[in-house]
Protein backbone atom coordinates (compact mmCIF):
# COMPACT_ATOMS: atom_id res chain seq x y z
CA UNK A 1 0.00 0.00 0.00
CA UNK A 2 0.75 3.52 -0.83
CA UNK A 3 2.96 5.68 2.26
CA UNK A 4 -0.02 8.38 3.73
CA UNK A 5 0.48 12.08 3.22
CA UNK A 6 2.62 13.67 5.54
CA UNK A 7 1.77 17.45 6.72
CA UNK A 8 4.43 19.50 6.57
CA UNK A 9 3.45 23.23 6.72
CA UNK A 10 6.87 24.19 6.55
CA UNK A 11 7.36 22.35 3.35
CA UNK A 12 3.60 23.37 1.83
CA UNK A 13 4.65 26.88 2.37
CA UNK A 14 7.46 26.71 0.90
CA UNK A 15 6.57 24.98 -2.28
CA UNK A 16 3.26 25.86 -2.76
CA UNK A 17 3.63 27.94 -5.85
CA UNK A 18 1.10 28.83 -8.63
CA UNK A 19 1.06 25.80 -11.55
CA UNK A 20 -0.34 23.65 -14.20
CA UNK A 21 -2.43 20.83 -13.14
CA UNK A 22 -1.60 18.98 -15.79
CA UNK A 23 -4.10 17.40 -17.00
CA UNK A 24 -1.69 17.33 -20.48
CA UNK A 25 1.70 17.96 -21.31
CA UNK A 26 2.05 20.78 -22.34
CA UNK A 27 -0.50 22.37 -21.06
CA UNK A 28 -3.92 24.18 -22.66
CA UNK A 29 -1.51 27.46 -21.86
CA UNK A 30 0.50 26.29 -24.80
CA UNK A 31 -1.90 25.89 -27.61
CA UNK A 32 -2.20 28.09 -30.16
CA UNK A 33 -4.10 28.84 -33.68
CA UNK A 34 -2.15 27.12 -36.02
CA UNK A 35 -3.60 23.36 -35.26
CA UNK A 36 -6.71 23.44 -37.70
CA UNK A 37 -9.42 20.87 -38.43
CA UNK A 38 -6.77 19.26 -41.58
CA UNK A 39 -4.62 18.32 -38.38
CA UNK A 40 -7.72 16.95 -36.56
CA UNK A 41 -8.48 14.60 -39.43
CA UNK A 42 -5.19 13.51 -39.89
CA UNK A 43 -5.01 12.88 -36.39
CA UNK A 44 -8.00 10.76 -36.47
CA UNK A 45 -7.07 9.08 -39.79
CA UNK A 46 -3.81 7.44 -37.59
CA UNK A 47 -6.65 6.21 -35.09
CA UNK A 48 -8.38 4.82 -37.43
CA UNK A 49 -5.34 2.56 -38.53
CA UNK A 50 -4.22 1.65 -35.36
CA UNK A 51 -7.83 0.90 -34.27
CA UNK A 52 -7.21 2.90 -31.15
CA UNK A 53 -10.38 2.55 -28.08
CA UNK A 54 -12.01 5.87 -27.73
CA UNK A 55 -12.88 7.97 -24.96
CA UNK A 56 -15.90 10.43 -25.47
CA UNK A 57 -16.48 13.59 -23.75
CA UNK A 58 -19.49 15.89 -25.15
CA UNK A 59 -19.96 19.25 -23.42
CA UNK A 60 -23.40 20.55 -22.59
CA UNK A 61 -22.73 24.23 -21.93
CA UNK A 62 -26.34 25.71 -20.24
CA UNK A 63 -27.40 26.16 -16.50
CA UNK A 64 -30.62 27.92 -15.78
CA UNK A 65 -28.33 29.75 -12.59
CA UNK A 66 -25.30 31.09 -11.95
CA UNK A 67 -22.85 29.94 -9.36
CA UNK A 68 -20.47 32.70 -8.59
CA UNK A 69 -17.58 30.38 -7.80
CA UNK A 70 -17.33 28.74 -11.19
CA UNK A 71 -15.01 29.13 -14.27
CA UNK A 72 -16.37 26.30 -16.19
CA UNK A 73 -17.37 27.65 -20.14
CA UNK A 74 -20.93 27.83 -19.63
CA UNK A 75 -24.21 29.90 -20.89
CA UNK A 76 -26.71 31.36 -18.03
CA UNK A 77 -30.40 30.97 -19.23
CA UNK A 78 -33.50 30.08 -18.08
CA UNK A 79 -34.76 29.68 -22.09
CA UNK A 80 -34.61 25.79 -22.62
CA UNK A 81 -35.10 26.30 -26.46
CA UNK A 82 -31.60 27.54 -26.38
CA UNK A 83 -30.30 24.01 -26.37
CA UNK A 84 -32.09 23.14 -29.88
CA UNK A 85 -29.92 24.96 -32.36
CA UNK A 86 -26.83 23.63 -29.96
CA UNK A 87 -27.89 20.07 -30.17
CA UNK A 88 -28.17 20.44 -33.76
CA UNK A 89 -24.91 21.62 -34.13
CA UNK A 90 -23.77 19.14 -31.89
CA UNK A 91 -24.89 16.08 -34.14
CA UNK A 92 -23.43 17.40 -36.88
CA UNK A 93 -19.88 17.31 -35.19
CA UNK A 94 -20.63 13.69 -34.62
CA UNK A 95 -21.17 12.31 -37.73
CA UNK A 96 -18.13 14.60 -39.15
CA UNK A 97 -15.72 12.75 -36.33
CA UNK A 98 -17.38 9.57 -36.58
CA UNK A 99 -17.05 9.02 -40.39
CA UNK A 100 -12.88 9.36 -40.10
CA UNK A 101 -12.92 6.53 -37.44
CA UNK A 102 -13.78 2.95 -37.67
CA UNK A 103 -16.58 1.34 -35.90
CA UNK A 104 -14.77 -1.55 -34.56
CA UNK A 105 -13.42 1.13 -32.27
CA UNK A 106 -14.64 0.55 -29.35
CA UNK A 107 -15.52 3.74 -26.95
CA UNK A 108 -14.16 2.56 -23.72
CA UNK A 109 -15.47 5.66 -21.81
CA UNK A 110 -17.65 8.81 -21.94
CA UNK A 111 -18.56 11.70 -20.02
CA UNK A 112 -21.09 14.41 -20.17
CA UNK A 113 -20.03 17.63 -18.38
CA UNK A 114 -21.25 21.34 -18.73
CA UNK A 115 -22.64 23.25 -17.64
CA UNK A 116 -25.53 21.16 -16.54
CA UNK A 117 -25.96 17.83 -18.84
CA UNK A 118 -29.30 17.26 -17.19
CA UNK A 119 -30.43 21.22 -18.48
CA UNK A 120 -31.01 18.99 -21.33
CA UNK A 121 -34.98 17.87 -21.73
CA UNK A 122 -35.86 13.86 -21.50
CA UNK A 123 -36.44 13.70 -25.41
CA UNK A 124 -33.20 15.67 -26.01
CA UNK A 125 -31.00 13.37 -24.18
CA UNK A 126 -33.13 10.40 -25.69
CA UNK A 127 -32.08 11.23 -28.88
CA UNK A 128 -28.44 12.61 -28.24
CA UNK A 129 -27.49 9.42 -26.76
CA UNK A 130 -29.22 7.51 -29.50
CA UNK A 131 -27.17 9.65 -32.08
CA UNK A 132 -24.06 9.00 -30.20
CA UNK A 133 -25.07 5.20 -30.69
CA UNK A 134 -25.77 5.12 -34.33
CA UNK A 135 -21.90 7.25 -35.13
CA UNK A 136 -19.79 5.73 -32.41
CA UNK A 137 -18.90 1.96 -30.65
CA UNK A 138 -21.03 2.42 -27.82
CA UNK A 139 -20.71 -0.81 -25.23
CA UNK A 140 -24.19 -1.81 -24.58
CA UNK A 141 -23.28 -4.60 -21.67
CA UNK A 142 -22.44 -1.77 -19.00
CA UNK A 143 -19.09 -2.31 -18.91
CA UNK A 144 -17.68 0.94 -19.96
CA UNK A 145 -17.21 3.89 -17.25
CA UNK A 146 -20.46 6.42 -18.79
CA UNK A 147 -20.20 9.53 -16.98
CA UNK A 148 -22.67 12.56 -16.27
CA UNK A 149 -22.72 15.74 -14.02
CA UNK A 150 -25.40 15.82 -11.88
CA UNK A 151 -26.87 19.03 -10.50
CA UNK A 152 -29.30 17.67 -7.56
CA UNK A 153 -31.55 20.75 -8.39
CA UNK A 154 -32.16 19.77 -12.13
CA UNK A 155 -32.30 16.08 -11.44
CA UNK A 156 -34.77 13.70 -9.44
CA UNK A 157 -35.52 10.04 -9.25
CA UNK A 158 -37.62 9.73 -12.84
CA UNK A 159 -34.03 11.98 -14.40
CA UNK A 160 -31.96 9.61 -12.82
CA UNK A 161 -33.82 6.15 -14.17
CA UNK A 162 -33.73 7.71 -17.71
CA UNK A 163 -29.39 8.21 -17.58
CA UNK A 164 -29.57 4.20 -16.07
CA UNK A 165 -31.61 3.75 -19.29
CA UNK A 166 -29.24 5.33 -21.60
CA UNK A 167 -26.28 3.69 -21.08
CA UNK A 168 -24.80 5.62 -17.95
CA UNK A 169 -23.42 4.00 -14.58
CA UNK A 170 -21.08 6.67 -13.40
CA UNK A 171 -22.47 10.13 -11.89
CA UNK A 172 -20.65 13.55 -10.72
CA UNK A 173 -22.42 15.57 -7.87
CA UNK A 174 -21.88 18.85 -7.64
CA UNK A 175 -22.09 19.77 -3.74
CA UNK A 176 -19.56 22.41 -2.88
CA UNK A 177 -20.87 22.90 0.46
CA UNK A 178 -23.51 22.43 2.72
CA UNK A 179 -23.68 25.70 4.61
CA UNK A 180 -26.13 27.84 3.80
CA UNK A 181 -24.57 30.92 4.64
CA UNK A 182 -21.54 29.81 2.25
CA UNK A 183 -23.90 28.74 0.02
CA UNK A 184 -25.92 32.06 -0.31
CA UNK A 185 -22.65 33.78 -0.90
CA UNK A 186 -21.94 31.80 -4.04
CA UNK A 187 -25.46 31.53 -5.28
CA UNK A 188 -25.71 28.19 -5.04
CA UNK A 189 -29.09 27.06 -2.44
CA UNK A 190 -28.72 23.02 -2.31
CA UNK A 191 -30.26 21.00 0.12
CA UNK A 192 -28.67 17.69 1.67
CA UNK A 193 -32.21 16.79 1.04
CA UNK A 194 -31.95 17.01 -2.74
CA UNK A 195 -28.37 15.86 -3.08
CA UNK A 196 -29.26 12.69 -0.96
CA UNK A 197 -32.23 12.01 -2.86
CA UNK A 198 -30.31 11.55 -6.24
CA UNK A 199 -27.29 9.48 -4.52
CA UNK A 200 -30.16 7.02 -3.40
CA UNK A 201 -31.58 6.87 -6.41
CA UNK A 202 -28.12 6.17 -8.11
CA UNK A 203 -27.59 3.43 -5.41
CA UNK A 204 -31.50 1.99 -6.09
CA UNK A 205 -30.78 1.99 -9.66
CA UNK A 206 -27.91 0.35 -9.71
CA UNK A 207 -25.29 3.41 -10.77
CA UNK A 208 -21.32 1.78 -10.50
CA UNK A 209 -20.02 5.06 -8.65
CA UNK A 210 -20.76 7.89 -7.13
CA UNK A 211 -18.03 11.02 -6.79
CA UNK A 212 -19.26 14.10 -4.95
CA UNK A 213 -17.11 17.48 -5.65
CA UNK A 214 -16.78 20.29 -2.80
CA UNK A 215 -15.08 23.47 -2.84
CA UNK A 216 -13.06 24.78 0.27
CA UNK A 217 -11.78 28.67 0.11
CA UNK A 218 -15.23 29.99 -0.53
CA UNK A 219 -16.56 32.70 0.99
CA UNK A 220 -17.93 32.66 4.77
CA UNK A 221 -16.39 28.99 5.24
CA UNK A 222 -14.63 28.55 8.02
CA UNK A 223 -12.51 25.01 9.17
CA UNK A 224 -15.45 24.50 11.79
CA UNK A 225 -18.44 24.45 9.23
CA UNK A 226 -16.49 23.12 6.09
CA UNK A 227 -15.58 20.27 8.37
CA UNK A 228 -19.19 19.42 8.96
CA UNK A 229 -19.82 19.50 5.26
CA UNK A 230 -16.84 17.00 5.18
CA UNK A 231 -18.47 15.00 8.01
CA UNK A 232 -22.47 14.74 6.15
CA UNK A 233 -20.73 13.85 2.61
CA UNK A 234 -18.46 11.41 4.03
CA UNK A 235 -22.21 9.56 6.02
CA UNK A 236 -23.59 9.79 1.99
CA UNK A 237 -20.20 7.25 1.57
CA UNK A 238 -19.39 8.15 -2.40
CA UNK A 239 -17.35 6.46 -3.93
CA UNK A 240 -14.61 9.30 -4.89
CA UNK A 241 -14.55 12.80 -4.05
CA UNK A 242 -12.68 15.83 -5.66
CA UNK A 243 -12.03 18.51 -2.65
CA UNK A 244 -11.24 22.06 -5.32
CA UNK A 245 -8.98 24.87 -4.06
CA UNK A 246 -11.40 27.69 -4.98
CA UNK A 247 -9.12 30.23 -7.21
CA UNK A 248 -10.42 33.58 -6.69
CA UNK A 249 -9.09 35.04 -10.41
CA UNK A 250 -12.25 37.75 -11.26
CA UNK A 251 -10.06 39.26 -13.35
CA UNK A 252 -10.13 36.56 -15.61
CA UNK A 253 -13.67 34.96 -14.99
CA UNK A 254 -16.65 37.65 -14.55
CA UNK A 255 -19.17 35.34 -12.58
CA UNK A 256 -16.86 35.62 -9.39
CA UNK A 257 -16.56 39.50 -9.13
CA UNK A 258 -19.62 39.01 -7.59
CA UNK A 259 -17.80 37.32 -4.32
CA UNK A 260 -16.98 39.15 -1.80
CA UNK A 261 -12.91 39.38 -1.57
CA UNK A 262 -13.75 40.21 1.97
CA UNK A 263 -15.72 36.96 3.35
CA UNK A 264 -12.81 34.60 1.58
CA UNK A 265 -10.88 33.16 4.13
CA UNK A 266 -7.54 33.15 4.64
CA UNK A 267 -4.74 31.52 3.12
CA UNK A 268 -3.76 30.19 7.19
CA UNK A 269 -7.84 28.77 7.17
CA UNK A 270 -7.58 27.37 3.72
CA UNK A 271 -4.76 25.21 4.82
CA UNK A 272 -6.51 23.94 7.88
CA UNK A 273 -9.42 22.58 5.66
CA UNK A 274 -7.59 20.65 3.66
CA UNK A 275 -5.28 19.42 6.61
CA UNK A 276 -9.08 18.19 8.53
CA UNK A 277 -10.46 17.39 5.39
CA UNK A 278 -7.59 14.63 4.93
CA UNK A 279 -7.64 13.56 8.51
CA UNK A 280 -11.69 13.09 8.39
CA UNK A 281 -11.29 11.36 4.51
CA UNK A 282 -8.21 9.10 5.68
CA UNK A 283 -10.16 8.08 9.05
CA UNK A 284 -13.09 7.16 6.88
CA UNK A 285 -11.47 4.58 4.72
CA UNK A 286 -10.16 6.90 1.68
CA UNK A 287 -7.36 7.01 -0.18
CA UNK A 288 -6.12 10.19 -1.41
CA UNK A 289 -5.03 9.86 -4.91
CA UNK A 290 -3.29 13.38 -5.77
CA UNK A 291 -4.65 16.68 -7.06
CA UNK A 292 -7.82 17.15 -4.62
CA UNK A 293 -9.10 13.78 -5.75
CA UNK A 294 -10.12 10.71 -2.77
CA UNK A 295 -11.06 7.36 -2.96
CA UNK A 296 -12.41 4.17 -1.42
CA UNK A 297 -9.44 1.81 -1.11
CA UNK A 298 -11.65 -1.12 -3.62
CA UNK A 299 -11.91 1.95 -6.10
CA UNK A 300 -10.55 1.58 -9.71
CA UNK A 301 -8.46 4.43 -9.30
CA UNK A 302 -7.33 2.70 -5.92
CA UNK A 303 -6.37 0.06 -7.22
CA UNK A 304 -4.61 1.38 -10.93
CA UNK A 305 -2.12 3.61 -8.58
CA UNK A 306 -1.41 0.43 -6.14
CA UNK A 307 -0.54 -1.03 -9.52
CA UNK A 308 1.30 1.98 -11.15
CA UNK A 309 -1.58 2.08 -14.22
CA UNK A 310 -2.91 5.23 -13.13
CA UNK A 311 -3.36 7.71 -15.65
CA UNK A 312 -4.37 11.50 -16.45
CA UNK A 313 -5.69 13.38 -19.29
CA UNK A 314 -8.48 16.27 -19.63
CA UNK A 315 -10.87 13.89 -18.00
CA UNK A 316 -8.71 13.79 -14.78
CA UNK A 317 -7.03 10.68 -12.81
CA UNK A 318 -8.14 7.64 -15.41
CA UNK A 319 -7.89 4.32 -16.44
CA UNK A 320 -8.49 5.15 -19.70
CA UNK A 321 -5.06 7.19 -20.37
CA UNK A 322 -4.74 4.25 -23.55
CA UNK A 323 -7.85 5.89 -24.98
CA UNK A 324 -7.88 8.54 -27.93
CA UNK A 325 -10.04 11.17 -25.91
CA UNK A 326 -12.18 13.13 -28.41
CA UNK A 327 -13.67 16.07 -26.95
CA UNK A 328 -17.70 17.39 -28.72
CA UNK A 329 -19.41 20.45 -28.22
CA UNK A 330 -18.14 24.36 -27.34
CA UNK A 331 -14.75 24.55 -26.03
CA UNK A 332 -14.49 20.63 -26.03
CA UNK A 333 -10.69 19.25 -26.00
CA UNK A 334 -9.41 16.09 -27.73
CA UNK A 335 -6.49 14.65 -27.45
CA UNK A 336 -5.41 11.92 -29.73
CA UNK A 337 -2.09 10.47 -30.14
CA UNK A 338 0.34 13.39 -29.74
CA UNK A 339 -2.67 16.11 -31.12
CA UNK A 340 -3.87 18.09 -28.74
CA UNK A 341 -6.50 20.12 -29.98
CA UNK A 342 -9.92 22.15 -28.72
CA UNK A 343 -13.34 23.56 -30.42
CA UNK A 344 -13.91 27.15 -30.16
CA UNK A 345 -14.98 28.34 -26.91
CA UNK A 346 -17.52 30.94 -28.36
CA UNK A 347 -20.91 29.46 -28.49
CA UNK A 348 -21.91 31.31 -31.30
CA UNK A 349 -18.35 30.69 -33.46
CA UNK A 350 -18.48 26.76 -32.46
CA UNK A 351 -22.23 27.17 -34.02
CA UNK A 352 -21.43 28.90 -37.00
CA UNK A 353 -18.11 26.53 -38.26
CA UNK A 354 -20.36 23.73 -38.23
CA UNK A 355 -22.95 25.16 -39.90
CA UNK A 356 -21.10 25.61 -42.93
CA UNK A 357 -20.41 22.09 -42.29
CA UNK A 358 -16.89 23.13 -40.94
CA UNK A 359 -15.00 21.40 -37.55
CA UNK A 360 -15.17 23.74 -34.95
CA UNK A 361 -11.03 23.00 -34.31
CA UNK A 362 -9.91 26.63 -33.21
CA UNK A 363 -6.31 26.04 -31.25
CA UNK A 364 -4.35 23.06 -30.16
CA UNK A 365 -0.98 21.74 -30.11
CA UNK A 366 1.14 18.51 -31.96
CA UNK A 367 4.08 17.52 -29.54
CA UNK A 368 7.53 17.46 -30.38
CA UNK A 369 10.54 14.44 -28.90
CA UNK A 370 11.08 16.75 -26.22
CA UNK A 371 7.05 17.21 -24.87
CA UNK A 372 6.89 13.01 -25.12
CA UNK A 373 9.52 13.00 -22.40
CA UNK A 374 8.61 15.30 -20.60
CA UNK A 375 4.82 14.34 -20.73
CA UNK A 376 5.97 10.52 -19.77
CA UNK A 377 8.19 11.53 -16.65
CA UNK A 378 5.09 13.99 -15.59
CA UNK A 379 2.68 11.62 -15.97
CA UNK A 380 4.46 9.06 -14.28
CA UNK A 381 4.95 11.33 -11.23
CA UNK A 382 1.79 12.96 -10.78
CA UNK A 383 -0.16 9.83 -11.17
CA UNK A 384 1.76 6.65 -9.53
CA UNK A 385 4.31 9.00 -7.32
CA UNK A 386 7.45 7.21 -8.75
CA UNK A 387 9.41 6.97 -11.51
CA UNK A 388 11.60 4.21 -13.35
CA UNK A 389 14.95 6.23 -14.70
CA UNK A 390 15.54 3.40 -16.92
CA UNK A 391 11.87 3.03 -18.68
CA UNK A 392 12.16 6.18 -19.73
CA UNK A 393 15.55 5.81 -21.48
CA UNK A 394 14.60 2.87 -22.89
CA UNK A 395 11.18 4.51 -24.35
CA UNK A 396 13.14 7.52 -25.45
CA UNK A 397 16.64 6.30 -26.42
CA UNK A 398 17.99 8.88 -23.75
CA UNK A 399 20.31 9.04 -20.80
CA UNK A 400 18.09 9.98 -18.19
CA UNK A 401 20.48 12.47 -16.04
CA UNK A 402 22.53 13.46 -18.66
CA UNK A 403 19.30 15.02 -20.81
CA UNK A 404 18.02 16.21 -17.47
CA UNK A 405 21.08 17.70 -16.51
CA UNK A 406 20.53 20.94 -15.74
CA UNK A 407 17.33 20.34 -13.50
CA UNK A 408 19.14 17.51 -11.34
CA UNK A 409 20.15 20.46 -8.74
CA UNK A 410 16.68 21.40 -8.89
CA UNK A 411 15.71 17.50 -7.85
CA UNK A 412 18.30 17.23 -4.88
CA UNK A 413 17.32 20.24 -2.94
CA UNK A 414 13.30 18.54 -3.05
CA UNK A 415 15.22 14.93 -1.69
CA UNK A 416 17.26 16.96 0.76
CA UNK A 417 13.91 18.82 1.78
CA UNK A 418 12.05 15.41 1.78
CA UNK A 419 9.48 15.74 -0.76
CA UNK A 420 11.42 13.24 -3.10
CA UNK A 421 13.78 10.22 -2.56
CA UNK A 422 16.12 10.58 -5.67
CA UNK A 423 19.21 8.12 -6.81
CA UNK A 424 20.53 6.69 -10.24
CA UNK A 425 17.35 4.65 -10.77
CA UNK A 426 14.31 5.67 -9.73
CA UNK A 427 12.43 9.48 -8.19
CA UNK A 428 9.90 8.31 -5.84
CA UNK A 429 7.56 11.43 -4.35
CA UNK A 430 7.47 10.58 -0.60
CA UNK A 431 4.67 10.79 1.73
CA UNK A 432 5.56 14.98 2.65
CA UNK A 433 5.78 15.38 -1.06
CA UNK A 434 2.62 13.95 -2.14
CA UNK A 435 0.41 16.89 -1.53
CA UNK A 436 3.46 19.30 -3.36
CA UNK A 437 3.80 16.78 -6.44
CA UNK A 438 2.18 19.64 -8.67
CA UNK A 439 5.38 21.41 -7.91
CA UNK A 440 7.64 18.40 -8.42
CA UNK A 441 6.26 17.97 -12.12
CA UNK A 442 6.64 21.41 -12.49
CA UNK A 443 10.74 20.84 -12.23
CA UNK A 444 10.34 19.35 -15.76
CA UNK A 445 8.23 21.86 -17.48
CA UNK A 446 9.79 23.39 -20.10
CA UNK A 447 7.26 26.24 -20.62
CA UNK A 448 6.57 27.55 -17.24
CA UNK A 449 8.83 30.26 -16.88
CA UNK A 450 7.57 31.84 -20.32
CA UNK A 451 4.18 32.58 -18.53
CA UNK A 452 2.73 34.46 -16.00
CA UNK A 453 2.21 31.74 -13.06
CA UNK A 454 -0.84 34.31 -11.93
CA UNK A 455 -2.41 32.20 -15.08
CA UNK A 456 -2.61 28.87 -13.00
CA UNK A 457 -4.30 28.04 -9.64
CA UNK A 458 -1.75 27.86 -6.23
CA UNK A 459 -0.62 24.09 -5.73
CA UNK A 460 -2.34 23.91 -2.39
Known amino acids: MLDAIRWDTDLIRR?????????????????????SPFDLLHALRDSRKAVRPLSLYVHVPFCANICYYCACNKVITKDRGRALPYLQRLEQEIQLIACHLDPAQKVEQLHFGGGTPTFLSHDELRQLMAHLRKHFNLLDDDSGDYGIEIDPREADWSTMGLLRELGFNRVSIGLQDLDPAVQRAV?????????????????????????????????????????????????????????????????????????????????????????????????????????????????????????????????????????????????????????????????????????????????????????????????????????????????????FQGYFGELWPQLQGMAKDGLIELDSERITVLPAGRLLVRSVCMVFDAYLEQHNRQRFSRVI
Open 187 to 399: NRLQSLEETRAVIDAARTLQFRSINIDLIYGLPKQTPENFARTVDEVINLQPDRLSVFNYAHLPERFMPQRRINSNELPTPAQKLEMLQRTIEQLTTAGYRYIGMDHFALADDELAIAQEESTLQRNFQGYTTHGHCDLIGLGVSAISQIGDLYCQNNSDLNQYQNALASAQLATSRGLLCNADDRVRRAVIQQLICNLSLELVQIERAFNID
Open 15 to 35: YDLAGPRYTSYPTAVQFHSQI
